[in-house]
């Protein structure tokens, strides 16, 4: 016979258990599994240590600052000099590590320049709507129309070329992706039924951007943003090469590039150096950047347990 | 005890074969297993469900979520999407075992013999190509129609369906179509290929109540006029007892009764089956309080001993706890039980 | 309907950017230096040089003013006079612009032909050996600076193998025996529409690795996106209900699936082209291409800022027409595509 509803007794223990993990538990397990991210960090933190500690990594820090070293230049990778020397005699091991601080500064600093621009903007643009957001979608419309590295190199032009100018201009041409990525994230959860709880009881609106919509859209920001670490590192070389950027005797990977081009085919190992530096970093970012969405995308998520 | 209609004589539903003739059945499902290797355990999805369907009836596949009905739909196409496995069974479509067949052969089975409809037909339906184009790739697929031909058979199928202004459908994109005409796009493009058996896996329950009864009375007509067969897979008792000819009724992957309507509703034998036809708000007098089947449909991942539906059943008995009953007819007819309550050696 | 609606509000947008764009790269050439000025007239300018330009530039009048003397300079053809070449901008603009679309096209040309069919069948075969490899290719694709590969290439092909030249559009021998006449501009076009063979297999080995450097992100991108969007639509319900109809797997895969997959891959191949624009002035510096990235780098080393704006300006207003391009056609082939 059937039971009225009067008499239902369901008892806890009839549920099944399910253990209630956070989402970023799950997402660091599955990272920690993956070979490819963990490869990727290695080469990073390669890199970042090297920069910041190469004072004490190489025996030529002077050389490193940009000191000649007339008597020794153009010789090739040997015991003393394991990448060989540039055009002035200088380690381009030690330029390498130095130059890292260069260029993997400006990477991040336009990164988090344009993140602490953009995703504000975003999702106050999201969430209010209206003129604001149409202001905003203009704006970065605008922005978007221009062809980055063109816009970075004008700016940098017109604002006279040194590490902070360069700086400034590409993060300029870079906060549009983020005000706009972050706009349609908070668009489409705005529309969830939470933040309409939140409101109906009286939560004001800047509260809820910043517990509600941030945090949710934090996610895709960090896959982004990771990603972009790479690209921004390669369009600063690649104003650097232009001659736009750091200014020699600085020791920077796309003016390395630059001089040593001229003279690669006959000796590779100072742009080929330079290059390779910059490739493989930027590869890390990008196999971190995909890792970090595989991980944080249930779907794509690798399982914990097969019970095959 | 379930309440009783007044009447209580077996009644020959009009369009159905009366059960002297024996003919072959269409669809025969043997003992059919099918598990899920997913990342949680293995899910049992399907374990040892069996029915038979007779040509030209419209056949009833009643279960809550989680009995199992709409993967064995996709099992009779081959179609049980991955972690999932066919571990065992026989499907038989006209006498011919589809789990033996290959890949060539069950293409041409596939949107041709053998049609499937899905719930919500906006899924169904690829959005950058216009519901014209669809189903006169179906049709030259199938046949060796021309251009021409394929879009004449096309619009004369949107006619049979009941489409008003075909011309205009055909050469629209489906978010342009409406809910109830999108199903109908679906039917056409099942019909259109030839299809002797058509799986409607709860083609109504995306739809609005009034566009549910205009499609059922279509699916109800083109069973009549075509002889079509029709498995109708869905939750919803109301629209089997409106529609159906004969009913089978799954729990935890199984067949736990089967019977014509009048059967299976009317005369009902499985705890059950009584469950769901008493937790029916329209079975309920005025006042009274709402029934419900206490405890949960079974997940597939742990084994149940027995039974399957002992845990929740009030005429549980130490029987079932053991061993599962086989299914057994009710007093010698096609209506089958699988219940101790009718042991015969009770 | 919904449509012409998209397509005309799109030409509004596009218009309403070119103006934006116009009065933005205005800004950077007037506002932004400390001395617009000198800044236009070159490096070293004499005091008489600036007060010239003062007067010439309107730089005592109200920003409005001298906005629309901008825009009237623009619109007459009158971009400014090159520092360096001395001949005026849009001259030097017109001799250098189809080497770079050339380079460009031929670059985006080889990533939708080897990036796409790829990345459809990575995407079909997710966890396949074929798919491992595609996606280290469109990784390593995506990451490698143009630059690197382009000395790479180089090496290679050139000192190694002696098989491809060095840079340049055509070979002096050939530029001088067999010219080829100007109709586009670009060598591999012209060569093929007048029957000049011999220059036309010249300017094809030429342009082949540029090309190819070029190239290595845009595929790259392609493979990524094409692959992603197709795991996605080969999980839609219409595509499973495509397979129940029978239909074959090539049919679905290249046509059913591809064509609602490749929209936002062609959004990402417009985001490509315009890397390409950018990669190009890289590439054509390693090459020797003489293109307008060639120009803007000889502008920078010689501080010659008034190509620098221009060319800006010309690029952008480039990159959204074909942007605006793009958007046209993916109306044409996703019908339910809004104005987002």
Sequence with gaps: MTTAISDLEVSLDEIPERKRISEYRLMWNAFRRDPLALLSIFILLVFILGAIFAPFLTPYPEQGLGDPNILEKFSPPSLQH????????????????????SSLAIGFLVVFVAVIIGVPLGAISGYYGGWIDNLLMRITDIFLAFPPLLLAIALAAALGSNFINTMIAISFTWWPWYARLVRSQ?????????????????????KIITTHVLPNVMTPVMVQATMDLGSAILIGAAVSFIGLGVQPPTADWGTMISVGRIYFLERPWYAGSAGMAIFLVVLAFNLLGDAVRDAADPRTRRAVDIGR | MPPTPARAAPLILEGSLPRAIMTEPILSIEDLYIRFDTYAGTVHAVN???????????????GESGCGKSVTGLAVLRAVPSPGRIENGHIFFKGEDIIGK??????????????????????????VFTAGNQIARQIRQHSDLGKKAAKERALEMFHQ?????????????????????????????????????????????????????????????????????????????????????????????RIVESGTVEEVLYQTKHPYTQGLIAALPDTIKQGDPLQV???????????????????????????????????????????LAACHLYEENK | MQRLDYIAKRLVMAIFVLISVSIVTFIIARVVPSNPAAAWVGPHPTKEQIEKATIELGLDQPLYTQYLRYMEGIVRGDLGTSVTTRQPILTDIKTFLPATLELVLAGMLIAIVVGIPLGVLSGANKGSLLDHLTRLVSIAGVSMPAFLLGLLLQMFFFRKLGLLPLGAR???????????????????????LTGNWVAFQ??????????????????????????????????????????????????????????????????????????????????????????????????????DFPVIVSVTLIMTVFYILINLFLDILQAMIDPRVTLQ
């Design chain 2, 48 to 62: 040892g469900m069996a029915f038979e369907m007779q040509p030209g009836e419209m056949f009833g596949l009643v």
């Design chain 2, 293 to 335: 089947i206490k405890g949960m449909v079974p997940d597939g991942l742990t084994p149940i001993s027995g039974c399957p539906f002992h845990p929740r059943c009030p005429d549980v008995m130490d029987i079932c706890r053991e061993q599962e009953p086989q299914s057994r007819p009710m007093n010698n007819s096609d209506h």
């Design chain 1, 82 to 101: 394991p990448l060989g020397t540039d055009y002035l005699g200088r380690d381009v091991m030690a330029r390498i590590l130095y130059g890292g601080r």
């Design chain 1, 186 to 206: 908070t668009l489409s959860l705005r529309e969830r039924s939470f933040i309409e709880a939140a409101r109906s009881i009286g939560v004001p609106n800047w």
């Design chain 3, 170 to 192: 055509l070979s002096t021998e050939v530029s001088l025996a067999n010219p080829i006449e100007t109709v586009t501009g670009m060598y591999i076009i012209d060569s093929a």
């Design chain 3, 202 to 303: 010249d300017a094809s080995k030429h342009i082949l690795l540029p090309a190819l450097a070029l190239a290595t992100y845009p595929i790259g991108l392609a493979i990524r996106m094409t692959r992603s969007t197709m795991i996605e639509v080969l999980n839609e319900k219409y595509i499973q209900a495509a397979r129940i109809s029978g239909i074959q797997e090539r049919t679905i895969l290249f046509i059913l699936a591809l064509k609602n997959a490749i929209v936002p891959t062609l959004n990402a191949l417009g985001l490509a082209f315009v890397y390409s624009l950018t990669g190009a002035i890289l590439i054509e510096v390693i090459f020797s291409w003489p293109g307008l990235g060639n120009y803007v780098t000889n502008a920078v080393l010689s501080v």
């Design chain 2, 102 to 127: 290959s890949e060539e052969e069950l293409q041409g089975l596939r949107g041709g013999r053998i049609a499937m409809i899905f719930q919500d037909p906006t899924a169904s339906l690829n959005p």
């Design chain 2, 161 to 253: 369906v009941g489409l008003p202004d075909p011309e205009r459908i055909y050469q629209a994109y489906p978010h342009e179509l409406s809910g109830g005409m999108q199903q109908r796009v679906m039917i056409a493009m099942a019909l259109a290929s030839g299809a002797e058996l058509l799986i409607a896996d709860e083609p109504t329950t995306a739809l609005d109540v009034t566009i549910q009864a205009q499609i059922l009375s279509l699916l109800s007509d083109l069973r009549q006029e075509e002889g079509l067969s029709i498995l109708l897979i869905t939750h919803d008792l109301g629209v089997v007892a409106e529609t159906c000819d004969r009913v089978a009724v799954a729990y935890a992957g």
